[in-house]
Every structure is written in structure tokens, then in C-alpha cells.
């Protein structure tokens, strides 16, 4: 028995308010994206992108026309893969024929969503009518950007799984799994606990092995680096130092790493400097498998786990270098970040509320953290709650070189205190420039911001 209308729309409400009311087809018709789970569809992949020649969209293109042979690039090789791998989702009939009643017929599954980079309307329309999944309008930018935020889009192209009726993250890689499951075998490929996806015999680097349930009740840090990444190799030899130290503190704890060499030897060359474990370089599905249940879009990533396997932290690089000494270990994220020149990086992951303040004067860093931390808290806790990311970062910038390199990238006057909110990947920023910062003041500056009530100025 089909669903109501109101039934449909109140299970596609979440998604509605992530993607919008309608969708773009290849023909250019609307679709409602209440019709998505009346039609089946229990997952979507939001498909980060652009329309430029040699893209894996322009590949898409050229894939759903039969046109991904000769001469086809990595873009265009994705494309097809993926192109092939959404045709095993559509609709078709049974074996009973057209006139098979709906339950014996098979249900769509799966759509996609290309949500587009592209600045230029034509090749957007170009590419987007020879592609056979749905597209986020051209015009709704504001909503693309929310998205890359949102998910904390780095790279591009990226397939990011989400559930269809409660529109939360399923798999953040999911072009690692078109690569790994091609035939969607496992569908709808949930997050698994670690112990599970790691599940197996680990290396030491003299050749001994040991069974990975050896790490239960402990800490551990799973560590995705490669000897061919020259910062993955300058925080390796900080790392080693950290693990001496927190072992010797007494913690139990142990690293994991997961090679993204490109040969087995330099697997081995680059393990021989790891006093740690490591999943085995020819053991190529668990190696993917961690990558998939973590959403790895660069290295070095060190991510920090509790003794039951839940995520500590994902920004274990910032704090190792942040914190030589591991006095602060398990690293707990704190709710305001002084800015420094290892954790600026994170700018680059979202919006970010910053507070510049004149560190000349004693005590003003801290003081300026104290007045946000109450606001920070408030948030997290609130998306906490619904199980996903703050929508924001919080620090505090003192004066040093950086944080005046940061002011002139982003053309900042040079008042101080000067409370902004930096998007760097919308390359836009908020100012707010008043004689004396409150806490009501930045309660009511982020809570604009989140409401879409703040006019951006271009960085």
C-alpha cells in the first residue's frame, strides 16, 4: 500500500530541509524530494563537484551518452564507474513483466545528488542534462555552499552517503565504495564499530603479529599516513616521541597504521621508523574499509579513540603538535581554540568563528575564550543532541605573524577586539566591529549567522 502525501513529505522532511524542496532532473524538470522515499530511495550520495572539462562530472556526461571509451581521463573513468554503479539502483521490472504488481518489482534504492562548484550556468546545464542523477538547482548557492560546510567537503569529487529519511551521514567516502563494492553487494554500507572493520592480524615492524582484539581497552590511534607525503613524514617523528611519552605516562594506549604507500616497499621502508602496529599493506580491503568508516579526504589524518572505540577526536595532528608534551592526552576537543600556527589549518574545514583580541595585554586571550566558551558550549551540545557536527569552530586569534597573515589574506581592519565568522570556502567573511565584545553580542552574531540573517562580505 502506498504512503500518503503527508506521510511522504513528513519522512522526506529532513532531506527537504538539507536539499531544498525540488531537485533538478537531466531533462530540467523539478522533483519534489518528498516523491524520493515514495519512490524507494532509502540513501542518497551528495556528489561534490564540477562541470570543467576533464571533470568526473563532465565524465558523467560523457558516460551516460556511451561516450567514457577512448581517451577517457581519471574524471571521466569515475564518472563511468559511478554512472554504472547508479544504473544497478534504478528501477526495473521483474521477471513477471510490465504488469507486475509494485512489490515485485524493484525498488530504486539509491539517488544521487550532484551538488555543483560550477560558476558558469551554461556548462552546469550542459553537464548536468547528460547525467543521469539529480542535480541541486543552479541557483540556490547559498544551500550548495550549507552542503560543502555542512559535510566539511575538502576534496573534490566526493560521494558523501546519506540516509534518505533522517538525512544524517551513512559513509563520507563513498567513492571508495564504488571502487570496493561495485556490484553494491553490501548496501547501504552503515558505519561499523572498529573493532569489527579492523578485525584481524596487525604487524609490528620486526614481523610479529598480534590479533587486533589485543587493543580493546585501550586508546588508540588509527594513523593514515605515507612515506611518499613529506608532512606526513615530519609528524611521524613527532608522533613517535608522543607515543614514548603518553606509554610511559601509563595510559594504555596504541596506534594503528594505515598506509596509503604506493608500493610495499616503501610500506616497509617507511613502518621500519614505527615502534606501533600496522593493518598489513597487502590487506588492501581492511585498509580501504578503515578509510571508509572514517571519510579520510587527506593525510596525515590521526584519529584519537576512548577504550570503546568511539571517536575521541579527528584532528589527533593538531593536537600532537599542539601538545609536545601529552599533558592533555586523550586530547578531548576543547570549545574555543586559541589560534596557533599548527591548528589554523582547521580554518579551511568550515566556518569559523574567530575573536581577535590584543594579546599585549595580560590575560586577554584567556579572558575573550571564557566569554565565548558558555555560546561554543550551547552549540556542540545542541548538534550533539541530533548526532552531528557543529555547524561552526570557535578560536581565539592573539597577534603573531599568522594571525597578521590572516588578517591581510582576508582584508580584516586591524581593530582588535574585532569578533568575525571566516568561511574560507565560500570566501566569505561577517565582521562585526564594536568598541566592546558581550556575550550577548556574539550570541546574537553566530545565531544570524546560522539563521542566514548576515549580509557576507567577499574575503
Known amino acids: 500500500m502506498s504512503s500518503s502525501p503527508c506521510a511522504a513529505a513528513a519522512a522526506a522532511a529532513p532531506l527537504a ?22 519512490r524507494g530511495v532509502s540513501l542518497v550520495g551528495l556528489y561534490f563537484g564540477y562541470c570543467g572539462a576533464g571533470s568526473s562530472a563532465a565524465g558523467a556526461a560523457a558516460a551516460a551518452a556511451g561516450a567514457a571509451g ?56 550542459e553537464a548536468t542534462r547528460a547525467m543521469p542523477w539529480l542535480a541541486l538547482p543552479f541557483a540556490d548557492k547559498r544551500r550548495k555552499l550549507k552542503l560543502w560546510n555542512k559535510f566539511r567537503v575538502s576534496n573534490i569529487p566526493s560521494l ?50 598480534q590479533e587486533s582484539s589485543t587493543l580493546e581497552g585501550s586508546y588508540v590511534g588509527v594513523y593514515f599516513s605515507a612515506h611518499w607525503c613529506p608532512p606526513c613524514r615530519s609528524l611521524t617523528r613527532v608522533l613517535v616521541e608522543s607515543y614514548r611519552k603518553i606509554k610511559e605516562s601509563g595510559h594504555k594506549f596504541e596506534i594503528v597504521f ?23 599493506y597487502a590487506d588492501d580491503s581492511r585498509r580501504s574499509r578503515l578509510n571508509r568508516l572514517y571519510g579520510i579526504q587527506g593525510i596525515p ?40 600556527d599548527s591548528n589554523a589549518v582547521q580554518l579551511n574545514e568550515g566556518p569559523c568563528l574567530v575573536l581577535f583580541v590584543d594579546s599585549d595585554d ?62 574560507m570556502s565560500a570566501r566569505a567573511k561577517y565582521v562585526k566591529d564594536v568598541e566592546e565584545i558581550t556575550p550577548d553580542i556574539v550570541e546574537a552574531f553566530v545565531n544570524d549567522f546560522l539563521m542566514d540573517k548576515l549580509k557576507p562580505e567577499p574575503i
Open 301 to 340: 589524518t590521526l584519529i584519537v579513540l576512548d577504550p570503546k572505540g568511539d571517536v575521541i577526536t579527528r584532528q589527533g595532528r593538531v593536537e600532537v603538535l599542539n601538545d609536545i608534551e601529552c599533558r592533555e592526552f586523550p586530547w578531548h576537543p576543547k570549545p574555543v581554540l586559541e589560534l596557533t
Open 362 to 423: 595580560d590575560g586577554e586571550s584567556e579572558a575573550a575564550k571564557q566569554l565565548i566558551q558558555p555560546i561554543a558550549e550551547k552549540i556542540i551540545a545542541k548538534y550533539k543532541a541530533k548526532d552531528e557536527e557543529a555547524p561552526l569552530l570557535f578560536f581565539v586569534a592573539g597577534e603573531d605573524d599568522m594571525t597578521d597573515s590572516l588578517r591581510d589574506f582576508t582584508n580584516l581592519p586591524e581593530a582588535a577586539p574585532l569578533l568575525t565568522i571566516l568561511d
Open 17 to 38: 530541509e538539507l536539499l531544498g524542496e525540488a531537485l533538478a532532473a537531466p531533462d530540467g524538470s523539478a522533483v519534489p524530494v518528498a516523491s524520493l522515499p515514495a
Open 160 to 209: 558523501i552517503f546519506i540516509d534518505a529519511t533522517t538525512g544524517k551521514v551513512v559513509c563520507r567516502n563513498g567513492l571508495l565504495v564504488i571502487r570496493d563494492d561495485p556490484e553494491g553487494l553490501e548496501f547501504p554500507w552503515g558505519a561499523r564499530p572498529f573493532g569489527d572493520v579492523v578485525a584481524g592480524p596487525l604487524l609490528r615492524n620486526n614481523g610479529q603479529t
Open 258 to 280: 594505515v598506509s596509503a604507500d604506493r608500493s610495499e616497499e616503501s610500506f616497509k621502508q617507511y613502518f621500519s621508523e614505527m615502534p606501533w602496529l600496522a593493518v598489513p
Open 70 to 125: 577512448a581517451g577517457a581521463g581519471p574524471g571521466a573513468q569515475l564518472a563511468a564507474s559511478l554512472a554504472a554503479f547508479y544504473a544497478r539502483f534504478q528501477p526495473a521490472r521483474s521477471e513477471a513483466g510490465a504488469g507486475a504488481a509494485p512489490e515485485q518489482q524493484r525498488q530504486q534504492r539509491l539517488e544521487i545528488v550532484f551538488v555543483s562548484a560550477e560558476q558558469d550556468q551554461q556548462r552546469w546545464q
